[in-house]
């Protein structure tokens, strides 16, 4: 299995502010996607980064407040902009590799605090 | 537009008891995945299952499939204490597709 590093792992920010979070795959990897876990819920899928192009959004997700970079098969971000108190969760970044034959794996995720 | 139900939400438990949580998913999926979480980590996988009938089995853990029943199950035999944790299933949206739709996660506390 891949091995995912995350940065941060935790951060308190200001609201009105924006956190930009790394994902960084010890191998190339097909896939790449970023998933919200709220306090004390499940996870939900917010997109998923694309490799040289426009990430995909899910319903209720939108560029402007989660602009998402993948410049190659190894590394991605997630950019969670203008900060309010509801953006409080953890983000994790998870992998697949094609074909699909495994379960995709996910990074240890970073929780943020918007205060 | 596919939805995953799990229940209970919280199970506390004796050590040594035996316990199902169930996981049932509301279109076709063609695979069902179980992942573990504990308090400040990230998911761990626990099983694969791919295809109607499937069982896996690993220590005191099991967990089945019915697809036609669209619905899996997670076993618990003979809890201890390490197995403490919150148990996440998530079937896939489409075939062929690593995105995932959760369930709401199982609390589970085994009590000494």
């Known amino acids: 299995s891949a091995v995912i590093s995350q940065k941060p792992s935790r951060d308190i920010c200001q609201r009105g502010t924006s956190l930009t979070i790394q994902c960084q795959v010890d191998?190339?990897?097909?896939?790449m996607f970023w998933y919200r876990q709220q306090p004390g819920q499940s996870l939900t899928l917010i997109a998923t980064?694309?490799?040289?192009?426009?990430?995909?959004?899910e319903s209720g997700f939108v560029i402007d407040k989660f602009p998402i970079s993948r410049p190659n098969l190894t590394f991605s971000t997630l950019t969670v902009s203008n900060m309010s108190p509801e953006d409080s969760s953890i983000y994790l970044c998870?992998?697949?590799?094609?074909?699909?034959?495994?379960?995709?794996?996910f990074g240890q995720g970073t929780r943020l605090t918007v205060v | 537009e596919l939805k995953v139900e799990q229940n209970p939400l919280f199970l506390s438990m004796q050590e040594g008891k035996n316990y199902t949580i169930y996981c049932n998913y509301s279109?076709?999926?063609?695979?069902l995945y179980w992942y573990r979480q504990d308090p400040g980590k990230s998911l761990e996988s626990l099983f694969v299952?791919?295809?109607?009938?499937a069982v896996k089995q690993e220590g005191r853990l099991m967990a089945s499939l019915d697809t036609k029943a669209r619905l899996s199950t997670l076993h618990i035999t003979a809890a201890v204490h390490d197995l403490s944790a919150t148990y996440f299933c998530?079937?896939?949206?489409?075939?062929?597709?690593?995105?995932?739709?959760f369930g709401t996660g199982t609390r589970l506390k085994v009590l000494a």
């Open positions: 998870s992998v697949g590799q094609a074909p699909m034959n495994t379960e995709a794996f």
């Open positions: 191998s190339q990897v097909t896939m």
């Open positions: 980064a694309n490799q040289g192009s426009e990430a995909t959004y």
């Open positions: 279109t076709t999926s063609d695979r």
């Open positions: 299952l791919l295809s109607n009938g």
């Open positions: 998530a079937a896939s949206r489409g075939s062929g597709t690593y995105k995932y739709i």
